[in-house]
C-alpha cells in the first residue's frame, strides 16, 4: 500500500505563528520521523464497538478554548514612558511576566522541533519510548489485495467480498500502529524533550502514555508473526490470503495483548488526568494545539488518540465476523469461529478486570467514610492500648469463604431509626455490603459514620422482600419475620 500523504498543516496563529512568520514563514517538519516512519493522512475510521468497553468516550474538543484558557491571549505588560524611553512595567518575578517568558520560550522550542525534527531522547528514555527503529520499513501493504492475486478476476463474488474483509483486517492494522506512534514519537517525545529545558515539568508523561509502548510492541510482533507472513505468503504464491493462516495467531489473542488490560483499567483515569492538564495547563494546551496541526498526526487529537486502543481492541470481533459472513468453506467457518471465541473471551476478561477495578474504587471511597470501631469502652489506658488494634474495620480485605475475584461491594446505604431500650429511638446511618451490615452514627465534625454495633454478617440475616424497593427496613430495628409484614421495602432477621 502506498503511503498517503498526510494533509499540509493549517495555518498557526498566535505567537507560534508570529514566530515562524519572522523567520520567513512557514515551515514543515520532517517528514520522517527518529523511527522511520512516515503517517499516512488516514484511511478506513473504525467505528468503536458498543458491546465491551462501551464507557469511555473522549472529552470534547476545544474544552480548554471553551473556557478561555488558550495560552495565545498572554500578552507582555504595557510598556511605561519614563524619561523619553520604554520602560516594562512589573516586578522581575510577576506571575504574568513568568508566564509571558515561559510562552514565549515554548514558542521558540515548537519553533525549533518544527524546523529540525524532534531531538533523539537520552538512552534511557530512548529505550522506552522509542519502538524498534527500523521495525516500521516491513510495515506496508499494496494498494488492494488484487494486486498480489493474478486470478482475482476469475474468482467468485463471495471470494471477492472475503478477500476485501480480510485486506481491511491488515490495513487497518497498519493505520492503527501508525496512530499509536504519534503517542510516543510526537507527544511524548516532545514532552520529554521540553521537560529536558524546564518546561511542562507538572506534566507527567507516564501518566498519559505509560503504557502506550507496550501496545505498540504487541501489535508489531503480531504483525511479525501472524499478519506478515499471511501476506508474505500472498505475495510469494499469488492466490487468495487463507483465513486459516491466522488461527494460531488469534487463538493465542489474549497472551498477545496482555498490555490492554493494563490500559484499559487506566483509560479512565488517563483521560480525566490529560481533560484537567488541557483545561488548566495553558502551556500543555499551546503544546496539544501544535501538535494537532503537525503534519504527523492527521490532526488527531489527544483525547481521539488515547481512545484509540480501547476502539481497536473491540473491533476485532466485527472484523473477523466480516470475514466469517464471507467465507463459504466449513473448515474457514469453524477456524473464525474459534479465532472470535478467543478474541470475546479476552474481551470478557477485560471487561471483568475493569469491573472489579472499579468495584475496588468503590469500596475504598466507602471505607474512609466509615471510622473506626470501638469494640468495648476501655475502663483504663492500659485497657485502651490493648484494644486498639481490634478497633480497626479493614473493608477492604478479602470476603471470608469466597474466591479472591470476588470483591466486596457497597449494595445500599441510607439512614434508619432503630429502638434504643423500651421507648427511645435512635437515628443511625446503614451501610449493606456484600457480606456485612454496619450500623453507624454519622458524626457531627466531618463527612465520617462510627460504627456503633457489632458487625452483621449476612449469613445471619433474613431477607424479605417488600413492596416498596425504596424503604430499607419496615419498623424496629431489626424485626424478626412475622406474617403479613413483607410489604414495603427490604425486611430483616437475625436468624
Given amino acids: 500500500m502506498h503511503a498517503l500523504s498526510p494533509p499540509d498543516e493549517g495555518p498557526l496563529h498566535g505567537l507560534v505563528a508570529s514566530r515562524i512568520e519572522t523567520y520567513g514563514g512557514?515551515?514543515?517538519?520532517?517528514?520522517?520521523?527518529?523511527?522511520?516512519?512516515?503517517?499516512?493522512?488516514?484511511?478506513?475510521?473504525?467505528?468503536?464497538?458498543?458491546?465491551?468497553?462501551?464507557?469511555?468516550?473522549?472529552?470534547?474538543?476545544?474544552?480548554?478554548?471553551?473556557?478561555?484558557?488558550?495560552?495565545?491571549?498572554?500578552?507582555?505588560?504595557?510598556?511605561?514612558?519614563?524619561?523619553?524611553?520604554?520602560?516594562?512595567?512589573?516586578?522581575?518575578?510577576?506571575?504574568?511576566l513568568k508566564d509571558v517568558t515561559k510562552a514565549r520560550e515554548l514558542e521558540v522550542r515548537l519553533h525549533t522541533f518544527s524546523m529540525f525534527g524532534m531531538p533523539r531522547l537520552p538512552p534511557e528514555e530512548r529505550r522506552h519510548w522509542e519502538i524498534g527503529e527500523g521495525r516500521d520499513s516491513g510495515l506496508a501493504v499494496e494498494k488492494s489485495w488484487r494486486e498480489l492475486v493474478p486470478e482475482h478476476k476469475e474468482m467468485s463474488r463471495e471470494l471477492c467480498h472475503q478477500q476485501e474483509a480480510l485486506w481491511e483486517l491488515l490495513t487497518t492494522e497498519l493505520i492503527y500502529v501508525r496512530k499509536l506512534k504519534i503517542m510516543t514519537d510526537l507527544l511524548a517525545a516532545g514532552l520529554l524533550n521540553l521537560q529536558r529545558v524546564g518546561l511542562l515539568t507538572d506534566v507527567s508523561v507516564e501518566t498519559l502514555f505509560g503504557n502506550v509502548p507496550s501496545l505498540i510492541r504487541a501489535h508489531q510482533s503480531f504483525w511479525e508473526e501472524v499478519l506478515g507472513p499471511a501476506l508474505e505468503g500472498m505475495r510469494a504464491s499469488g492466490q487468495p490470503l487463507d483465513p486459516l493462516s491466522l488461527q494460531s495467531g488469534f487463538l493465542t489473542f489474549g497472551q498477545r495483548f496482555q498490555p490492554y488490560v493494563q490500559y484499559c483499567l487506566r483509560v479512565k483515569q488517563t483521560m480525566a488526568y490529560a481533560r484537567k492538564q488541557q483545561d488548566n495547563n495553558p502551556l500543555f494546551h499551546a503544546f496539544l494545539q501544535w501538535c494537532e496541526k503537525h503534519k504527523r498526526s492527521g490532526r488527531q487529537t489527544l483525547g481521539?488518540?488515547?481512545?484509540?486502543?480501547?476502539?481497536?481492541?473491540?473491533?476485532?470481533?466485527?472484523?473477523?465476523?466480516?470475514?466469517?459472513?464471507?467465507?463459504?468453506?466449513?473448515?474457514?467457518?469453524?477456524?473464525?469461529?474459534?479465532?472470535?471465541?478467543?478474541?470475546?473471551?479476552?474481551?470478557?476478561?477485560?471487561?471483568?478486570?475493569?469491573?472489579?477495578?472499579?468495584?475496588?474504587?468503590?469500596?475504598?471511597?466507602?471505607?474512609?467514610?466509615?471510622?473506626?470501631?470501638?469494640?468495648?469502652?476501655?475502663?483504663?489506658?492500659?485497657?485502651?492500648?490493648?484494644?486498639?488494634?481490634?478497633?480497626?474495620?479493614?473493608?477492604?480485605?478479602?470476603?471470608?469463604?469466597?474466591?479472591?475475584?470476588?470483591?466486596?461491594?457497597?449494595?445500599?446505604?441510607?439512614?434508619?431509626?432503630?429502638?434504643?431500650?423500651?421507648?427511645?429511638?435512635?437515628?443511625?446511618?446503614?451501610?449493606?455490603?456484600?457480606?456485612?451490615?454496619?450500623?453507624?452514627?454519622?458524626?457531627?465534625?466531618?463527612?465520617?459514620?462510627?460504627?456503633?454495633?457489632?458487625?452483621?454478617?449476612?449469613?445471619?440475616?433474613?431477607?424479605?422482600?417488600?413492596?416498596?424497593?425504596?424503604?430499607?427496613?419496615?419498623?424496629?430495628?431489626?424485626?424478626?419475620?412475622?406474617?403479613?409484614?413483607?410489604?414495603?421495602?427490604?425486611?430483616?432477621?437475625?436468624?
Fill in 26 to 96: 512557514r515551515h514543515r517538519a520532517p517528514a520522517q520521523s527518529t523511527a522511520g516512519s512516515r503517517y499516512p493522512r488516514g484511511g478506513p475510521m473504525l467505528d468503536p464497538s458498543h458491546q465491551y468497553l462501551q464507557h469511555y468516550v473522549p472529552f470534547a474538543k476545544g474544552s480548554g478554548q471553551a473556557r478561555g484558557l488558550s495560552p495565545m491571549k498572554l500578552r507582555e505588560p504595557e510598556p511605561e514612558k519614563r524619561h523619553g524611553g520604554h520602560f516594562r512595567v512589573g516586578l522581575p518575578h510577576s506571575p504574568k
Fill in 304 to 495: 481521539d488518540l488515547l481512545i484509540k486502543p480501547h476502539q481497536r481492541i473491540t473491533k476485532y470481533p466485527l472484523l473477523l465476523q466480516a470475514v466469517l459472513k464471507r467465507s463459504p468453506g466449513t473448515q474457514a467457518q469453524e477456524a473464525l469461529n474459534a479465532m472470535i471465541a478467543a478474541v470475546e473471551s479476552f474481551l470478557r476478561h477485560i471487561n471483568g478486570q475493569v469491573r472489579q477495578g472499579e468495584e475496588q474504587e468503590s469500596l475504598v471511597a466507602a471505607a474512609q467514610r466509615i471510622g473506626p470501631y470501638e469494640v468495648l469502652e476501655p475502663p483504663s489506658e492500659e485497657v485502651e492500648k490493648s484494644l486498639r488494634p481490634f478497633s480497626t474495620l479493614d473493608l477492604t480485605s478479602p470476603m471470608l469463604g469466597v474466591a479472591p475475584k470476588h470483591t466486596r461491594q457497597l449494595l445500599l446505604e441510607g439512614p434508619v431509626r432503630v429502638k434504643e431500650g423500651r421507648e427511645g429511638k435512635l437515628d443511625v446511618y446503614l451501610f449493606l455490603f456484600s457480606d456485612v451490615l454496619l450500623v453507624t452514627k454519622p458524626q457531627r465534625k466531618g463527612d465520617k459514620a462510627k460504627v456503633i454495633r457489632p458487625p452483621l454478617m449476612l449469613e445471619k440475616l433474613v431477607f424479605r422482600p417488600l413492596r416498596d424497593p425504596r424503604r430499607l427496613l419496615s419498623r424496629g430495628a431489626f424485626p424478626s419475620p412475622s406474617p403479613g409484614e413483607g410489604e414495603g421495602g427490604v425486611g430483616m432477621g437475625i436468624k
